[in-house]
């Protein structure tokens, strides 16, 4: 479903800006880390420090309310030729255990060294299923 | 009403990533060059390529149906102790000319010589009024 040009655009990148939004339609965006597979992207609530605990963070909230969600995937450089991005749009669930979770922390430990010392296995997993993908730019 | 230490996080930074939601709550979010004035950040309707005519961009009829906008600014780093942005959540509006409007794009060329050969007086600025500022990491 993903043209294979975004596809290496999402796999070869290591950040996107996540936006979800509440009941109210009030959006909240953070910067991820995420992984791509088979269709769908992979992001972990990790032990990078959080203030509340993991089932009450606002991405996680917002997704249990509304799941519908965006992602975008870019670089900024001051040469603006160079610019471009992939907006992905779908909506998002929260997996807790099983095997597609355990399967999705091993990837994101994978492509993140930075994960493979983090204990990863009861942290809550967003599983995102694109339903639109749109380019612009130099992608 | 935006402490020192964001202020300065913001105005160093030359991308966001803002997220804007339709009426039914369905998030929407891209890259944005920005300007910060006096507790306000503005962002205009540039003329790099779009498809369709400023007017019919998602940002704007989203934030003409739902004016209710999130922003963060960030960077990435393989070290992830170096990681840290700010969130701003808010309302947006669409100016389309006058004082205020002339100023913002005044201070986007000032901020991005990008703009200096852009004819710009004519697009709509999107002007965002943050109610919240939360900022994480390494700020």
Redesign the interface.
Known sequence: MIPEREEKFIRSH??A???????????????ICYVYEEGFLYSVIDE??K?VAPDRLRRVSNIEG?P?????I?D?Y?D?SK?G?V?L?GVAEILRGGEEHRKAIALLQEKYP?YRAMALEDKPVIKITPSRVQS??AV
Chains 1, 2 share one sequence.
């Open positions: 290591r950040v800006r996540m936006a979800t939004a509440d009941r109210a339609g009030k959006p909240h965006v953070v910067p990078k420090p203030k509304n519908q969600v965006a992602l975008v870019d900024y001051e603006w610019l991005f907006l749009q930075q612009w730019g």
